[in-house]
């Protein structure tokens, strides 16, 4: 399955990533190399949980930033 990713962390890097049918996000971010505890991930706006299927289209990964 194809899906584009638009990672957002200060500016957008837009991919497109290939995953096999059943991959979940913890997957997609995986194959990213992303660090899943430093994002959040969207699918149509809406945040996704990182066990659920990834749907094809478009997922936007925000960048967390914290601090005090």
């Known amino acids: ?22 991959s979940s996000y913890f997957d997609l971010l995986n194959e990213l190399k992303i660090n899943p505890e430093t994002v959040v991930v969207f699918k149509n706006g809406v945040p996704v949980a990182f066990d659920s299927a990834v749907e094809s289209g478009t997922i936007d990964v925000m960048r967390v930033v914290s601090g005090g």
């Open 1 to 22: 399955m194809q899906v584009t990713v638009v990672v957002h962390a200060g500016r957008k890097a837009r991919q497109e990533v290939d995953l096999p049918e059943g």
